[in-house]
């Protein structure tokens, strides 16, 4: 059994900063993508940034420059620091794992419950 438990959601000004935990544990042999999601109100789950196991990093266009994810590898955990946060950054983020839990099993996805992040102008 695999859980994904996110925290560091709230609410916080416009302009402001928040950021963002992920820690994966149970049953897993290796992760070889950790990312965040985040679904506004009507609108679809959408990639907001990514790490390999590498530490190679990918971004959504409209975080770049302001979004930093990193990960701490021995602890099976990631983070997003979201700088100058703006109103259209409010949604529900999730945090999402590419793993397997056994060296001969396939790699699959994991998610997080959600954590609501709310950015008042």
């Known amino acids: 059994q695999v859980q994904l438990v996110e925290s560091g959601g709230g609410l916080v000004q416009y302009g402001g900063s928040l950021r963002l935990s992920c820690a994966a544990s149970g049953s897993i042999f290796s992760i070889a993508v950790m990312g965040w999601y985040r679904q506004a109100p009507g609108k679809q789950r959408e990639v907001v940034a990514a790490?390999?196991?590498?530490?190679?990093?990918n971004y959504a266009d409209s975080v770049k420059g302001r979004f930093t994810i990193s990960r701490d590898g021995a602890k099976n955990t990631v983070y997003l620091q979201m700088n100058s946060l703006k109103s259209e950054d409010t949604a529900v983020y999730y945090c999402?794992?590419?793993?397997?839990?056994?060296?001969?099993?396939?790699?699959?996805?994991?998610w997080g419950q959600g954590t609501q992040v709310t950015v008042s102008s």
């Open positions: 999402n794992a590419l793993l397997r839990t056994t060296d001969w099993g396939r790699f699959q996805n994991y």
């Open positions: 790490i390999t196991s590498r530490g190679s990093t």
